[in-house]
């Protein structure tokens, strides 16, 4: 099982990117689906997930409005769309999967409800 993230780069402050993870391995459609960053000396926080079926999502109010979270269960990937980026939004990216939660109504934003994790993509702001 492998999550392989990618998208990461450098923009200025108010660009955009959009982050991709593709899963190999195995299906991960029945499950829920996150991203998480983690700057340098920092925990790591949750930034967005998407319910098994896509049909709910959750971000925390730091990135509600800018960030956008998608899946593409038929190619195996979770996309983040990531708008007006400002400087505290510098971090490096994960991507997991929560295989604890198949088919579950809600959404996990804890790290240790997700068990499978991708390496990380680094997105710098300049400010």
């Known amino acids: 099982v492998q999550l392989q993230a990618s998208g990461g780069g450098l923009v200025q402050t108010g660009g955009s990117l959009r982050l991709s993870c593709a899963a190999s391995?195995?299906?991960?459609?029945?499950?829920?689906m996150g991203w998480f960053r983690q700057a340098p000396g920092k925990e790591r926080e949750f930034v967005a997930a998407?319910?098994?079926?896509?049909?709910?999502?959750n971000y925390p109010d730091s990135v509600k409005g800018r960030f956008t979270i998608s899946r593409d269960d038929t190619k195996n990937k979770v996309d983040l769309q990531m708008n007006s980026l400002k400087p505290e939004d510098a971090a490096t990216y994960y991507c997991?999967?929560?295989?604890?939660?198949?088919?579950?109504?809600?959404?996990?934003?804890?790290?240790?409800?997700?068990?499978?994790w991708g390496q990380g993509t680094q997105v710098t702001v300049s400010s």
């Open positions: 998407i319910r098994w079926d896509g049909s709910r999502t």
């Open positions: 997991a999967v929560s295989t604890k939660y198949g088919f579950a109504n809600w959404i996990p934003t804890v790290t240790d409800d997700y068990t499978y």
């Open positions: 391995g195995r299906t991960f459609s029945p499950y829920p």
